[in-house]
């Protein structure tokens, strides 16, 4: 008797409600995917990770902050069951059953009515692979067409990690195809992967079923896991005999606190090996079309940390030299001082009316860009509701991009 195989098809949810049950690390990995194709999502579940609460606090979903309810279904055209408890699936299961809506069982993928094929992204290619429930096949078809595409290397099956202990691997400043290809390389083989909410996040969904992601994830001005509890995890896992990769955002040594896990794994006689990233203090004012030098125009650029006010008894930034400079400062997490940087730079010379950009979650779908003055910017940033993770730019390179046209 023939095997009945699933039919393999591509589902336009743009603008239609997709409910995700659970929000832990499996509907982490599944909801940016869901949030790319347009679709309206509703999480429901008591507790999500920091990560979801990024989602949530971005507009990207909804979250309805309860245990699953019968009726919560109703009016939906696809269902993700990403719970730990088997009963809480079934049960989703069984509404979409009779409500005659497709639904994924992340735990029991036979049982459900649909299963999420290994999948990925190269240059608006989409690529989904099903292997009848044999998921780790699956991923290494997957993975080898994507190298393929990508780095021009053919593979037909997951190869074993070539670097033993753990991998600092910077993802760039967001967008997916701007991590490093050695980066990208050393995730596709990781037992563990460490991840920041500001790392290129599409690429976890992208991961084996095997892998163990830990959401480390650092949300401004919200939970956040503490610096000892990502070291203590880089090191359990590593001494375990797993393949770790620790990704972050941007570049892993540019306030990314990276070196201090170094110093930790170093410690623990853990082997590390570090792959740069491309920061997002020069990557992101590339996209909004602001360079950080320009010939005649900055012969400098510094790079600043806002976390705290020029006037904290912990900053150790010269903001009376900043304010004597005529080149370039690029502002990293200083969104909700920039009324203090401003004036600080004002008072101690720098031009009012000198240009400034600000870009918010640059080179992703929801990057935002407002462009202004040294004195005018904190209030617009208010005005306009621009919130962290955001770049901001201080220079005449501002104002170049006005010679576009």
Known sequence: MAV????????????????????????????PRLVASGARVEVV???????????????????????????DLADAW?????????????????????????????????????????SGEYEGLLIGVLAGGAHSRSAAVRDALLEALREGRVSDQVRAPELPGVALVGG??????????????????????????????????ELPPSVTVIDAAKIPYGRAATQEAINDALITHAKAGKFVVRLKGGDPYLFGRGFEELIACAEAGVPVTVVPGITSAFAVPAVADVPVTHRGVAHEVVVVSGHVGPEDPTSLTDWAALGRLKGTIVLMMGVDKLDQFAAVLIKNGRDAETPVAVIQEGTTRNQRVLRSTLADVAAEVVAQGFRPPAVTVIGPVAGLAAELG
């Open 78 to 118: 696809y269902v993700l069951c990403c719970t730990s408890d088997g009963d809480v699936n079934a049960a989703v299961a069984a509404e979409a059953e009779r409500v005659r809506v497709f639904c994924v069982r992340a735990d029991a993928g036979s049982e459900g009515s649909a299963v999420t094929p290994a």
């Open 4 to 31: 009945e195989q699933h039919y393999l098809a591509g589902l336009d949810l743009a603008g239609r409600r997709v409910v995700v049950v659970g929000g832990g690390t499996v509907a982490q990995r599944r909801l």
């Open 45 to 71: 579940s008591p507790e999500i990770t920091p990560s979801v609460q990024g989602m949530v606090d971005a507009g990207e979903v909804t979250w309805h902050g309860r245990r699953y309810a019968d009726g």
């Open 172 to 205: 760039g400043p967001g967008d997916p195809e701007l991590i490093t290809v050695r980066g990208r390389r050393l995730l596709s083989r990781a037992d563990v992967v460490v991840a920041d909410r500001l790392g290129p996040r599409d690429l976890l969904d």
